[in-house]
Nanobody, 125 residues
């Protein structure tokens, strides 16, 4: 079971980036997916999650209306479209997979069993 995140980079405030996460080695359709981020000196923070059937996306308040999570089950991919980026969005972004169901559990990193390697997003002011 592997997750490979990509798409990070350096962008100016107000800009956009699209992160992608490729899954392999398991039945992607059976897993709920999430994006988390970790800034230097801080804990891992929930960003967004999406259910197996791609409905009911869930977002952290800090990114609501700016970020959009989506998935393509046929391609075993999950995406995070980030717009109106702010310097405080700077972090390493991780995709993760879980079979646990429930909107609360979707926001908790401890309930995710598989993690990608992370991709750095840096937003300059």
């Amino acid at each position: 079971v592997q997750l490979q995140a990509s798409g990070g980079g350096l962008v100016q405030a107000g800009g956009s980036l699209r992160l992608a996460c490729a899954a392999s080695g398991y039945n992607f359709r059976n897993y709920n997916m999430g994006w988390f981020r970790q800034a230097p000196g801080k804990g891992r923070e929930f960003v967004a999650s999406i259910r197996r059937s791609a409905n009911g996306p869930n977002y952290a308040d800090s990114v609501k209306d700016r970020f959009t999570i989506s998935r393509d089950n046929a391609k075993s991919m999950v995406y995070l479209q980030m717009t109106s980026l702010k310097p405080e969005d700077t972090a390493v972004y991780y995709c993760a997979a879980t079979t646990v169901v429930g909107s609360f559990y979707a926001t908790q990193p401890d309930y995710y069993t598989t993690w990608g390697q992370g991709t750095q997003v840096t937003v300059s002011s």
